[in-house]
């Protein structure tokens, strides 16, 4: 199975950008990329997803090396709010479902 | 709109009792699926329905785990005789679109 590899925590000042790595060097070519994040006490929620080309939404870009071994997600002005644990993951395409697999993650520590 | 519910949202059980955990999807989500996440860990996957239909339960860790979908829609995750292990959060998240949409989860405590 195809796994990630992310760093275990980072810090950033509130209202900067932040850059969140993930490598994925055993992806195949059918697995979609996938941002969740969870804060405190909460289920994970839906950041972005994308296949080979960068991807923009009201939360975050990412962005995606043209061997997709690796992406980067970017928050494009941290705020306090953004302060979780942000799961890059990588989906698994078996006919019509799919199932994401987990890792640890990297907690986002927002300094104000 | 209403997201995906779970109840409840706390359950102490002793050990050796049966819980039922239940999952209200989004209307109209044909995609559900069962996680389970240790503290500091994160999610791993349980079991997939397509609308009543379990497709994968590859993930339940005994055969105390048992989980029904029968109309496609509410969702109901049991274990039987919980064990000390099986204190967790329970997640249940229903998808469209290739996007999950989770609920709060039910933190399980064994006793």
């Known amino acids: 199975d195809a796994k990630t590899t992310q760093p275990n925590s980072m810090e950033s000042n509130e209202e900067e950008p932040v850059h969140l790595p993930c490598n994925h060097s055993?992806?195949?070519?059918?697995?979609?990329i996938h941002w969740y994040r969870q804060l405190p006490s909460q289920g994970p929620e839906y950041v972005i997803h994308?296949?080979?080309?960068?991807v923009n939404n009201r939360m975050a870009s990412l962005a995606i090396a043209e061997d997709r071994k690796s992406s980067t997600l970017i928050l494009h002005r941290a705020t306090l709010r953004d302060a979780a644990v942000y799961y890059c993951?990588?989906?698994?395409?078996?006919?019509?479902?799919?199932?994401?697999?987990w890792g640890a993650g990297t907690k986002l520590i927002i300094k104000p | 709109g209403a997201g995906v519910s779970q109840s409840p949202r706390y359950k102490v059980a002793k050990r050796g009792q049966d819980v039922a955990l239940r999952c209200d999807p989004i209307s109209g989500h044909v995609s559900l699926f069962w996680y389970q996440q240790a503290l500091g860990q994160g999610p791993e996957f349980l079991t997939y329905f397509q609308n009543e239909a379990q497709l994968d339960k590859s993930g339940l860790p005994s055969d105390r785990f048992f989980a029904e979908r029968p109309e496609g829609s509410v969702s109901t995750l049991k274990i039987q005789r919980t064990q000390q292990e099986d204190s967790a959060v329970d997640l249940c998240a229903s998808s469209h679109d290739r996007m999950q949409y989770f609920g709060p989860g039910t933190r399980l405590t064994v006793t």
């Open positions: 993951i990588l989906s698994l395409s078996l006919d019509s479902n799919y199932q994401l697999i």
């Open positions: 055993t992806i195949s070519g059918t697995d979609y």
């Open positions: 994308g296949l080979t080309s960068n």
